[in-house]
């Protein structure tokens, strides 16, 4: 038995022109093929875009980056929340001469993720020809309601 090529339709949208009459006139049609593309070697990642343009892509709508080990940074983000939740409900207990109960009574997570790196694209060349990409910080963030009781 032969493997057969399967075909999908590519998605497409009709254009119309609006500005002749009463009745819009279709112009053609429109195919969108979203591309992915998945790197750990961020320093290639000009090169890549540029490849893509160069073998016929002629839109860029988004360049999203993702954690590829995000609930290790979202843990540890968990974990200093716990830690300063903690700080917190001494330094209030030192404040109130009370004695603090250390086991929570309660805790919550307001679970946030992490915000996608962001880049900034621009479309000016570098001496190398390759797109510059410039990388900026990540963000992962915790946040967590602790009640704790205290005597």
Do not use: H
Not at 67 to 91: F, G, H, R, T, V
Not at 115 to 134: C, D, M, R, V
């Amino acid at each position: 038995m032969k493997n057969k090529l399967k075909r999908f339709p590519i998605p497409c949208s009709r254009k119309y022109d609006y500005t002749g009459g009463s009745e819009p006139v279709l112009k053609g049609y429109e195919a969108v093929n979203t591309l992915s593309v998945r790197t750990r070697n961020l320093d290639t990642i000009g090169s890549i875009y540029d490849a893509a343009f160069a073998n016929g892509a002629n839109r860029s709508d988004s360049l999203q980056f993702f954690l590829s080990d995000q609930q290790k940074w979202i843990n540890q983000a968990l974990d200093l929340a716990a830690k300063q939740a903690l700080e917190k409900a001494e330094a209030i207990s030192l404040s109130y001469r009370l004695n603090l109960n250390r086991t929570p009574v309660k805790i919550t997570e307001e679970s946030r993720g992490f915000s996608p790196l962001s880049k900034e694209l621009s479309l000016g060349a570098q001496s190398s020809g390759q797109t510059p990409i410039f990388a900026r910080q990540i963000e992962v963030t915790a946040e967590l309601e602790v009640v704790f009781s205290y005597q």
